[in-house]
């Protein structure tokens, strides 16, 4: 008996350590439509709701801003240094359009399924999940330590009436947490992999958090595989990216995410990965966490 109900568990959780074998896969998981999001040319014009930098110290490495900093005017470029992220988009967006509308109880099939729900999306870049996230219904709030990053978030926002209620802030999670501000569900997509604590930085995502709200965080698994495909492959042969965009050694495996977002009072429901078919040019979600990988969890206390 017991041999039969291994042998029907997904390959992946066999080996999962004790502390993610509660954690729901992908396979786990009812099949969600991705979410197709257009891609918009930006037009020269100034604004003068720009926020202004924040004087409290980022969690991002000094480094990582000036790297971000230099290639923010590219964001909205689907063929640019960020071509990955917009290939990926719509099945990052499926992933949290499907966790999100099974935990706080709305319809993933309706238009606007995040409709009432106070999302934030930090380490926003461009805007590229805020302004989906919007058309989805919710009240989207997109922080960034890159000022560039804020303006041209902004500049493209007001492009669409819908995305133009989209509140930007160059600022850090910490001084949010300062400010006592709260969200229904805390979205950091890709960006963890570059801040100087994780652990430091998990506890504002969850500070940030009402209780029983939702926090999704997204990242590079450090395994010899992603090694391969994330730096070798991404930066070097096919140069999605620009070199030297990640570091290796700052990678978090599963493991460890789903340890400190535990100790950071975030308990790990479901995670899945995302595989990259080149015959196709698609992301698609997955159970093989062993590159890309996304975990939704929920706020403890």
């Not at 409290?56 to 240094?81: M, N, Q, V």
């Amino acid at each position: 008996m017991a041999s039969s109900k291994l042998l029907s568990q997904p390959r992946w959780f066999r080996f999962l350590p004790r502390n993610l074998s509660n954690v729901r896969l992908f396979s786990d998981l009812p099949s969600q439509l991705p979410v197709s999001e257009p891609q918009n040319s930006i037009e020269s014009k100034s604004n003068n709701r720009f926020s202004k930098p924040s004087s409290t110290p980022s969690s991002l490495k000094e480094p990582e801003l000036a790297k971000f900093s230099a290639i923010a005017d590219t964001w909205w470029d689907s063929e640019g240094p960020f071509k990955p992220l917009h290939i990926m988009n719509p099945t990052r967006l499926a992933f949290i359009r499907s966790t999100l509308c099974r935990h706080f109880g709305k319809d993933p099939l309706c238009a606007r399924p995040f409709e009432g729900l106070r999302i934030i999306d930090v380490g926003c870049g461009g805007g590229i999940l805020s302004e989906p996230l919007a058309r989805m219904g919710a009240a989207v709030t997109g922080i960034d330590a890159v000022e560039k990053n804020i303006k041209i978030a902004r500049l493209h926002a007001n492009l669409d009436p819908t995305t133009s209620t989209i509140e930007y802030c160059c600022t850090t999670a910490e001084k949010l947490v300062d400010e006592q501000r709260k969200f229904d569900a805390v979205v950091a997509l890709e960006v963890i992999e570059h801040v100087a604590d994780p652990a430091e930085f998990c506890k504002s995502l969850a500070a940030l958090t009402v209780h029983e709200g939702a926090t999704v965080v997204s990242t590079i698994n450090r395994s010899m595989r992603s090694y391969a495909t994330a730096i070798v492959a991404a930066e070097y042969l096919l140069q999605w990216l620009p070199k030297g965009t990640h570091e290796w050694s700052s990678f978090l495996t599963p493991e460890e995410l789903t340890m400190i977002l535990k100790r950071a009072s975030i308990d790990v429901k479901e995670m899945a990965g995302f595989v990259y078919n080149p015959l196709t040019g698609r992301w698609s979600l997955s159970d093989d966490i062993s590159v890309n990988f996304i975990a939704f969890g929920t706020k403890e206390n």
